[in-house]
């Protein structure tokens, strides 16, 4: 009898708290892959800015500053291109979450809509 009970207590838990835990899961992979592509726009940046320092102490004469200025412009239109391509990978993951959010909040206003 109680196990009966109990067995019909976890289940009505279980369905009452599924919505919660999509929602979580969905959060927390968010999470996850923006912090991934956070850590990656870091070190690509860093990089760059890393080799313009190691480009900039070679500089020792006019020539070498002439060479050196020049590469300025193609770092700095590498540098465009790559805070593009984050912004449209950011874009692109903010936009499937909202599509997620809505699929899920859909669902949940189906399942506790009575028919």
Not at 8 to 25: D, G, M, R
Not at 27 to 35: D, E, H, L, Q, Y
Request: glycine share 0%; charged share 25%; proline share 2%.
């Amino acid at each position: 009898m109680y196990t009966d009970m109990f067995k019909a207590f976890s289940e009505q838990t279980e369905k009452t708290l599924a919505p919660y835990v999509k929602f979580n899961k969905m959060v927390a992979k968010n999470a996850i892959t923006m912090a991934e592509l956070q850590l990656n726009a870091v070190r690509t940046y860093s990089e760059m800015g890393l080799a313009q320092m190691k480009a900039a102490s070679n500089v020792t004469d006019i020539t070498s500053l002439t060479a050196f200025s020049s590469q300025q412009l193609a770092a700095l239109s590498k540098l465009s291109q790559q805070m593009m391509e984050d912004s449209t990978k950011m874009q692109t993951i903010s936009k499937e979450f909202k599509e997620d959010l809505e699929k899920l909040t859909t669902e949940n206003i189906k399942a506790a809509t009575p028919a």
